[in-house]
Nanobody, 124 residues
């Protein structure tokens, strides 16, 4: 059974930083793509970033230059470093795994497993 557990969310002021972690278990994840999505109240879940099994990274335009995704295959963990946070970044952040070959994708159905989410709140 694949499990994804996010951590690292919290309350931060505008301009602050947070680092999210997503620990995966249930199989080896070094050969799969992993991504982060977020969902704000009343809005659709949206793509934030993804990293392929070979380390290629993809970002939504609204986080380019502020967020960085990385992975540690030895720990089966993916990270999201978030800098210069803005109130509009407030959302529940979800980790996701794509258990198929090919480009990681930016749509929800491109991913097969999801974590429970971690809340990120940025105060103005």
């Amino acid at each position: 059974q694949v499990q994804l557990v996010e951590s690292g969310g919290g309350l931060v002021q505008t301009g602050g930083s947070l680092r999210l972690s997503c620990a995966a278990s249930g199989r080896t994840f070094s050969s799969v793509s992993m991504g982060w999505f977020r969902q704000a109240p009343g809005k659709e879940r949206e793509f934030v970033t993804a990293i392929s099994s070979t380390g290629n990274t993809y970002y939504a335009d609204f986080v380019k230059g502020r967020f960085t995704i990385s992975r540690d295959n030895a720990k089966n963990t993916v990270y999201l470093q978030m800098n210069n946070l803005k109130p509009e970044d407030t959302a529940v952040y979800y980790c996701a795994v794509r258990d198929r070959s090919g480009y990681p994708g930016q749509r929800r159905y491109d991913y097969d497993y999801w974590g429970q989410g971690t809340q990120v709140t940025v105060s103005s």
